[in-house]
C-alpha cells in the first residue's frame, strides 16, 4: 500500500454518494451494498463486523455499543476525505455503525467502499475500519457468560484482539 496522509483539519461536508450512520437499528448489508453500488463500480468491498461468542477464551453473551454520535460522525467523514485524497477513483463509502445491546451473531459495524478497480477498493475499506476502530468514540461493553461486563473503548481492541 502506497503511504498514506492523514489531515487533521476539520472535514466539509461529505460526497452526497457517501452514506453514514448510527444507528439503534439492525443493520442492512443488502442497504449497504447498494448504496456503495455505482454503475462504474469494478468492485464494491463490504466488511461486516459481528458480535462472536468469545474475547480471548472467554465466552461472551452479548454486547452493548455506545457513541459520542456527532463527534463519530465527525470521525466517519474524515475517513472519507482521507480515502478520497489517497484513492482518487473511488466512487462511493458506506460506514454505519449500530449502538446498543447486540447479541451473538448480529452486525455491528459495516464498511462499503465501491470503486473502479478491486485494489483501491479493498485498500480503501481496510483504511476505513482500521481508522473507524482507533478514532471513533465508540464504546462497548462486554457481556460475559458469568455474569459480569467490562467497557472497552473499540480504540483499545486493536491491541487486545476483541
Known amino acids: 500500500m502506497s503511504s498514506i496522509l492523514i489531515t487533521t483539519a476539520t472535514p466539509k461536508k461529505p460526497s452526497p454518494k457517501d452514506c453514514f450512520a448510527i444507528t439503534f437499528a439492525p443493520l442492512s448489508l443488502e442497504l449497504v451494498y447498494a448504496s456503495a453500488d455505482d454503475s462504474s463500480n469494478g468492485a464494491v468491498v463490504v466488511m461486516s463486523g459481528m458480535v462472536r461468542n468469545q474475547t480471548e477464551g472467554k465466552p461472551v453473551v452479548a454486547l452493548e455499543y455506545q457513541a459520542y454520535e456527532p463527534m463519530a460522525l465527525q ?43 478491486r485494489r483501491e477498493a479493498f485498500e480503501a475499506c481496510q483504511y476505513a475500519i482500521d481508522t473507524l476502530k482507533h478514532n471513533a468514540p465508540i464504546w462497548k461493553k462486554e457481556h460475559w457468560a458469568d455474569g459480569s461486563s467490562t467497557w472497552v473503548s473499540i480504540g483499545a481492541c486493536e491491541t487486545q484482539n476483541c
Open 75 to 117: 470521525v466517519f467523514y474524515q475517513i472519507a476525505a482521507d480515502i478520497r485524497s489517497n484513492w482518487n477513483q473511488v466512487n462511493r463509502i458506506v460506514i454505519h455503525h449500530r449502538v446498543g445491546r447486540l447479541q451473538v451473531g448480529e452486525i455491528s459495524v459495516l464498511v462499503a467502499v465501491g470503486s473502479p478497480h
